[in-house]
């Protein structure tokens, strides 16, 4: 449904209403947070009229419980992914606890984390990135969101700038996946989102937000070119930190090492595996091959050559 339509609906319900009509009349509500309290007492009566079956027909019927199970709906907005940080969450239940106080002056409090369980949490960092002498990101930092990218996700340097990151990270979190569009021919694919692609998402984020402070003329190159030589300094390429990503995929697919890590033969590999997963040779193979093809397809790969070039010796 439509929220416009859905907030034009519950302004005429007697539970919003009849706070509106409180609110705008109690001497202790002050004239500069009305509109305020007003527009979250309206969250709160979209909550209880389509989430909370509709129970309420007036501010006084609100009881201690009603607001429990609004801070329980607020955390789970984040839980599912629709929030990226559960200080919004803890910030409406507060509102909603400052009209329910003007209301009765005896109110207790319901807590964001006693009562709802609403930790502080949030997947985009508060910390700051360094900046330059002359009060810019600094874009060698900036650059190591996008190696980080490269590495949980498996993406290319393109892939990484084109990606929607607070999309993706709703995405990762709801789904357990992150759609990936090939920067070339457009063709979507899903990646895996493990715990660490949450956090580089998440770094992604607030990295982005200084990035945007960089002079235009730095908008790819020099950005690149600061990415080229971080990924050097740690021992990577532009490409092999895919590789990173193509053999941590190996061994949560197979249980064991890639032979590049192993250093075992490729027979002395499938009697690895097949020791590891309580396989017949054979089927260990099989294994083997599959999980190469799984990784060149979340890399966007066609074939397995580039994925073996991650792989093995």
């Not at 027909?57 to 929030?83: A, N, P």
């Amino acid at each position: 449904m439509d929220k416009t339509l859905t907030h034009h609906k519950v302004r005429r319900h007697p539970l919003y209403k009849s706070g509106e009509e409180a609110l705008t009349r109690l001497p202790d509500c002050p004239l500069q947070k009305r509109p305020v309290l007003i527009n979250h007492w309206l969250r709160f009566c979209v909550w209880s009229t389509t989430q909370d079956g509709n129970q309420l027909d007036s501010i006084v019927s609100v009881t201690r419980d009603h607001v429990i199970r609004y801070g329980q709906y607020l955390k789970s907005e984040f839980d599912l992914g629709k929030r990226l940080s559960t200080a919004g969450a803890a910030s409406s239940l507060s509102f909603v606890n400052a009209v329910m106080r003007l209301m009765d002056n005896d109110w207790q409090t319901v807590g964001a984390v006693t009562d709802c369980g609403i930790q502080p949490c949030s997947h985009i960092p508060t910390n700051k990135l360094q900046l330059d002498k002359n009060g810019l990101p600094d874009s060698e930092s900036l650059a190591g969101y996008l190696l980080e990218l490269q590495s949980v996700l498996g993406v290319t340097v393109r892939e990484a700038l084109l990606l929607d990151l607070k999309k993706s990270l709703i995405e990762g979190r709801t789904t357990g996946f992150v759609t990936v569009t090939h920067y070339q021919n457009g063709v979507r694919r899903k990646v895996p989102c493990r715990p660490a692609a949450i956090k580089a998402l998440g770094s992604g984020i607030a990295a982005r937000r200084l990035q945007k402070r960089l002079p235009k003329k730095w908008a790819f190159d020099d950005f690149l070119a600061a990415y080229n030589k971080l990924a050097a300094r740690k021992g990577y390429s532009t490409n092999t930190a895919r590789g990173h990503y193509a053999r941590d995929r190996y061994r949560e697919l197979t249980g064991v090492e890639p032979p590049i890590l192993s250093d075992l033969s490729p027979t002395d590999h499938w009697h690895a595996i097949a020791q590891h997963t309580n396989k017949t040779l054979s089927e260990a193979k099989g294994l083997d091959k599959n999980s190469r093809h799984a990784i060149a397809k979340e890399l966007g790969l066609l074939g397995i050559e580039t994925v073996s070039s991650f792989l093995d010796k």
